[in-house]
């Protein structure tokens, strides 16, 4: 995997559709947490909605409701508290992740329309690779037959969000051994490279881009811009 070390707004940027896209590479995870909440506390109505595309290195992170004991076996992966919902989730180098920093009142959107964009955009994006995906009832995130190939979680303040959806291309699994993923006992995960898809991080990340810009089209602003 081709990684580059950057921080947020450090990337190269490309407006896409009225969506400002950032390509951060592989950037730390808590610095990347505090310029989305940075963003989004300071963001103004005419304020540009963003997409951050990166990976992170290995981390844990915990949902503000979640349970430290669903991390089943501590280990050198550092545990990361933050405010979005859910229980607990890993990130590593071969995840892609897309997090979406929009104006939720300005697109008419809610917090479970916006979980079902990004949802049909990674299902959508799926079926373009021949991988038959899916939603499940009562557990957020896409997956293939029973195992969850992405994950989603979100943070609404004054009717914007952050966070957003982490894909699983090629990153190491085994980490998610030691946890319960979001909180479900024995929930398997699978990642693109298990299913006869070779596609790297930046090509799944570009794709899965275009699948949320073409449905966030459908949801255009309507407060001054």
């Not at 947020?8 to 950037?27: F, K, Q, S, W, Y």
């Not at 892609?96 to 964009?117: E, F, K, N, P, Q």
């Not at 004054?158 to 946890?179: S, W």
């Amino acid at each position: 995997m081709d990684l580059v070390q950057t921080k947020p707004h450090e990337a190269d940027t490309e407006e896409n559709g009225g969506v400002l896209i950032r390509r951060l590479g592989l950037a730390d995870y808590e610095s990347t947490y505090t310029a989305m909440r940075r963003f989004t506390e300071q963001r103004s109505p005419s304020s540009a909605d963003e997409l951050w595309l990166l990976q992170h290195p290995p981390v844990y992170t915990l949902g503000q409701a979640g349970k430290i004991e669903h991390l089943l076996r501590p280990n050198d992966i550092p545990v990361v508290h933050v405010d979005r919902g859910g229980q607990i989730t890993y990130h590593g180098p071969g995840q892609i992740i897309a997090y979406v920093l929009l104006d939720l009142r300005a697109r008419d959107l809610g917090v479970r329309s916006t979980v079902a964009l990004l949802e049909q955009a990674a299902i959508d994006f799926l079926g373009e690779l021949g991988v038959k995906a899916r939603r499940k009832s009562g557990a957020p995130g896409v997956y293939v037959d029973d195992a969850k190939i992405a994950a989603l979680g979100f943070r609404v303040r004054n009717g914007c969000c952050y966070h957003g959806i982490a894909l699983n291309v090629d990153l190491d699994l085994r980490p998610f051994d030691h946890i319960n993923p979001c909180g479900y006992a024995g929930m398997p995960v699978t990642r693109l490279a298990d299913l006869n898809v070779a596609l790297d991080c930046a090509a799944a990340g570009e794709k899965m881009a275009t699948h949320i810009v073409a449905r966030l089209a459908a949801h255009p602003r309507t407060l001054a811009f």
